[in-house]
């Protein structure tokens, strides 16, 4: 492969499968659960762009309103909530898991009106999050190095950064800087 520019985006197997590099072994890794919704904005009475949660008594660990985050305020926000999948099913007690993310949403954001949420999609990631133990950070670093040595000048994002460097601001911030750089 050559090209005056290059830049790989691609999941960390892939791009070790297609450099005839060996697999690794999977990292370990927590499962999350993700709501994704849209809430009237003259209902929120609690507002946040990102608010981390660490009360036990709940699943819900992260909720995000994106159109906080972009400091913008149309009708209806875009608003995800995520949850521990083991959370869930403790707290479930005969309830649905979105029936439980929608009541820890009402009241974090302090909702009013039974109309103020549609919910898009719930989808449970398996083994989603990798966890940022010394060795997974080691791992990654040790496999960002060896592909950045088979694929000298080439612009990695994403997961073949290393750890750390995947969440959807990182890759969007990423990729500006390289749109300004291949102008």
């Given amino acids: 492969m050559s090209s005056a520019r290059l830049a790989l985006g691609l ?3 892939r791009a070790r499968a297609l450099f005839g590099l060996a697999p690794l072994s999977a990292p370990l890794a927590a499962s ?8 009237r904005a003259e209902a929120i009475h609690r507002h946040t762009a990102c608010l ?9 660990y992260r909720l995000t309103d994106q159109d906080a985050l972009a400091d913008r305020d149309p009708p209806w926000h875009r608003v995800v ?18 029936d439980i993310l929608l009541s820890e949403l009402r009241q974090l954001l302090s909702l009013a009106g039974d109309d103020a949420v549609q919910v898009l999609k719930t989808v449970t990631a398996r083994n989603a ?13 040790a496999a960002h190095t060896e592909l950045a040595s088979i ?12 750890y750390g460097a995947t969440s959807m601001n990182d890759q969007i911030i990423q990729g500006l800087k390289m749109a300004e750089e291949f102008e």
Avoid at 131 to 140: F, H, K, W
Avoid at 151 to 162: E, K, M, Q, S, V
């Fill in 151 to 162: 694929a000298p000048g080439a612009r990695l994002t994403g997961g073949l950064l290393g």
């Fill in 52 to 60: 981390m949660v660490v009360d036990e008594a709940l699943a819900t």
């Fill in 11 to 13: 999941r960390v197997e």
């Fill in 129 to 141: 999050l990798v966890l940022p133990t010394a060795e997974e950070i080691d791992r990654s670093a």
């Fill in 32 to 39: 999350v659960v993700v709501m994704f919704c849209l809430v």
């Fill in 81 to 98: 909530v995520e949850a521990s999948p083991d959370s869930l099913l403790y707290l479930a007690n005969g309830r649905t898991q979105q």
